[in-house]
């Protein structure tokens, strides 16, 4: 099979949907690998790289969407990719159509095969191609809080590890899944004094951090005393809960920081909305929030190798078999298509758009 790599045209976006290990192990199984010319700049990943692992190195987009037969990407398609689709080829990107009409119809109408990183899914319920973004995301929350305590951010002017003779910052994080414990593993690296909360409550970390159960008053004592709230909760399918009031905020000491990763999500607390990596921050009642929805993109070298580790197990399954047959011997893998040749093969986007459905093997 031939796959494809374009560069990512969406603003802010540096990452790359390969590296050239991805690349040697297509090649390695007799298929041939086109990238884009500069695909790998943002990433911090020369042309020469994936030439040497056998790629061939295309000026411009036109000429790799032309010969892929499975086109590899990180974010959704936008103008003038649309036009560049035939029927019948194979994209494998994070979609998200559930929460673009837009999107969706214009993917039905170039009748491509859509499979969206963000719906394979494990039988477990496991998402495992937003794990690694969710872990960069965990990690990045308490570099970009310490950063945000400090005083050129507006912050405190606080250490969050402390030194010899002065108090170490306290760090609160709301929610234990996957963006919470890398916070916590962080947070405690940094020297941080750490409290974690979710409605499961587990000790990670083996007694370096105090667990506590979420309930009202719990969140309430927890954020007042904190120097560093992480809001990382996420209820499945829903608007993330304001676990963070306004008053919550007023009972902090002023200069102290909010990292709201569930931004994406609607935010855990009142006062967050979303920002961006050229205006990170503003301050509310005092605390300085930080409530970028894209945080991996800060980092997109560290982004581009966690997300394609996770990703090439299913591209190369694709190539090898054929994106149906894959998704016939990979449930986990049949949960991602979303859309076949102009038919919504994904329940929740058919639903989300009010259109009808249509199962994979009906396609
Ligand atoms: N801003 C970004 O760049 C970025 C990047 C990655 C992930 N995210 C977002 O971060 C959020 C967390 O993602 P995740 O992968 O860690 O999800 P996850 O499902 O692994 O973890 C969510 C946790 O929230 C807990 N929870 C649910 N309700 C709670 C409550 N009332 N109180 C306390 N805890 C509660 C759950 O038990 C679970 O442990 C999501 O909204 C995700 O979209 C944002």
């Known amino acids: 099979m031939r796959v494809g790599i374009p560069t990512e045209i969406k603003a802010d976006e540096h990452r790359v949907a390969i590296t050239p290990s991805g690349v040697a192990a297509f090649v390695a199984r007799g298929h041939e690998v086109v990238i884009e010319a500069g695909a790998g700049i943002g990433s911090a990943i020369p042309d020469e790289s994936y030439r040497a692992a056998g790629a061939a190195v295309l000026d411009g987009p036109d000429a790799v969407w032309e010969r892929a037969d499975l086109v590899l990407k990180v974010k959704e398609p936008l103008d003038p990719e649309f036009e560049r689709m035939r029927s019948g080829q194979v994209l494998f990107t994070y979609l998200h159509l559930a929460a673009s009409r837009d999107l969706t119809t214009r993917l039905l109408e170039r009748r491509i095969v859509g499979i969206g990183y963000e719906t394979v899914q494990l039988t477990d319920g496991t998402l495992p191609l937003l794990v690694p973004m969710s872990e960069v995301a965990g ?34 994080i709301l929610g234990a899944g996957v963006v919470g414990l890398n916070a916590c593993v962080v947070g405690v690296g940094f020297g941080a004094d750490v409290t974690i909360i979710d409605i499961y409550v587990r000790d990670v970390v083996q007694g ?19 120097d560093l709230v992480i809001c990382s909760v996420l209820i499945p399918g829903a608007r993330t809960p304001r676990l963070v009031t306004r008053a919550h905020l007023t009972q902090m000491e002023p200069g102290s920081a909010l990292v709201d990763v569930a931004v994406d999500q609607g935010g855990c607390a009142e006062t967050s909305r979303p920002t961006t990596h050229h205006d990170p921050r503003y301050v509310e009642e005092g605390v300085v929030h930080y409530c970028v929805s894209n945080m991996p993109g800060a980092v997109p070298h560290t982004s581009t190798y966690a997300l394609t580790n996770a990703t090439m197990a299913y591209a190369l399954e694709i190539a090898d078999r054929g994106w149906r047959v894959a998704a016939a011997q990979d449930p986990a893998l049949a949960k991602g298509v979303n859309v076949v040749d102009g038919q919504v093969t994904h329940q929740a986007v058919a639903a989300a758009h009010r259109l009808q459905g249509v199962a994979l093997t009906e396609t």
Do not use: D, F
Request: glycine share 16%; net charge positive; aromatic share 0%.
């Open 139 to 172: 990690r990045l929350s308490i570099q970009a809080g310490a950063t945000s305590l400090e005083m050129r951010s507006g912050g405190k002017g606080l250490l969050l590890p402390g030194v010899s003779g002065v108090r170490r910052g306290r760090v609160t």
């Open 208 to 226: 370096h951090v105090t667990t506590l159960m979420s309930n009202a008053a719990n969140i309430e004592g927890a954020v007042a005393s904190a």
